[in-house]
């Protein structure tokens, strides 16, 4: 990105997101906002909509404002803020592409970026999507899964219906990490969690649909194990791009 002081590329599936980070400056409208002694943060969320209908005009889609709110909750508490009173980090993100898992994509491209642009923080952020599907496209995955690709149709007949249902109550919890979309559309619930595993804190959490108390620790705990095991390929990342031969300002890509 153009004039930015770090950048991330991350790819989820076919999720395809881009961050950029500006600053720490001065705001263009600083002289309408009130003091700060510590810095703070602005996050822009554009979604590109050239395979779908043209946008009406620059207003932010519902969409748009509820990832930037999302992207901005789940990192801030990671920036020192302290470190740049009256500035602001302007945090610019792109959605290339939306296949499921947007938020998660954003978060982790926003830690890259905010990682190359040297902006410190306590903890890099890694977050993870799980999602509860409904028993009968739960099981038809895991069986299709060991075959060729994931198979979301089944057969309209009793005995396949019975037979899925009957997985799932052996053993399948019908839970999946990092969804793609057409998982997202077949979920009965959502939970978003981002972590600092460093500091052992869960920055944001976020859930939405039907849950048993049960069936919702279990997503939780799948969740924060998801974000540990991201968070080592965070690392891997960002070492590879300092311990690289020649310094690059390409963005860090994932």
């Not at 709110?69 to 920036?79: D, E, F, G």
């Not at 979920?187 to 976020?206: D, F, L, N």
């Not at 049960?214 to 690392?235: D, F, N, T, Y």
Request: aromatic share 6%; glycine share 8%.
């Amino acid at each position: 990105m153009t004039g930015a002081q770090g950048s991330a590329y991350v790819e989820l599936g076919k999720t395809k997101v881009m961050v950029g980070i500006f600053g720490p400056r001065e705001h263009t409208d600083q002289g309408r906002e009130p003091y700060s002694s510590v810095g703070r943060t602005t996050v822009d969320v554009s979604i590109v909509t050239f395979p779908r209908r043209p946008k009406m005009g620059p207003r932010k889609t519902r969409e748009e404002v509820h990832l930037a709110s999302l992207v901005q909750a789940a990192v801030t508490s990671s920036i020192l803020l302290d470190r740049f009173p009256k500035l602001f980090v302007d945090i610019n993100c792109t959605v290339l592409e939306s296949d499921g898992s947007v938020a998660t994509a954003l978060i982790l491209a926003t830690s890259l970026a905010l990682a190359h642009a040297g902006i410190e923080m306590n903890d890099t952020v890694s977050s993870c999507t799980v999602v509860r599907v409904y028993p009968i496209y739960a099981c038809t995955i895991s069986l299709s899964h060991t075959s060729s690709r994931w198979n979301m149709y089944m057969p309209q007949n009793s005995k396949s219906t019975s037979y899925a249902l009957q997985c799932l109550e052996k053993g399948g919890t019908g839970l999946f990490i990092d969804p793609s979309g057409e998982e997202e559309t077949k979920s009965a619930g959502t939970v978003i969690v981002a972590v600092a595993p460093a500091s052992g804190q869960m920055t944001y959490i976020s859930s939405w649909g039907s849950w048993k108390e049960e069936m919702m620790q279990k997503a939780i705990h799948m969740a924060v194990g998801g974000c540990i095991h991201v968070q080592s390929e965070l690392r891997r990342t960002m070492v590879q791009q300092v311990m690289g031969t020649e310094y690059s300002n390409a963005p860090l890509a994932t």
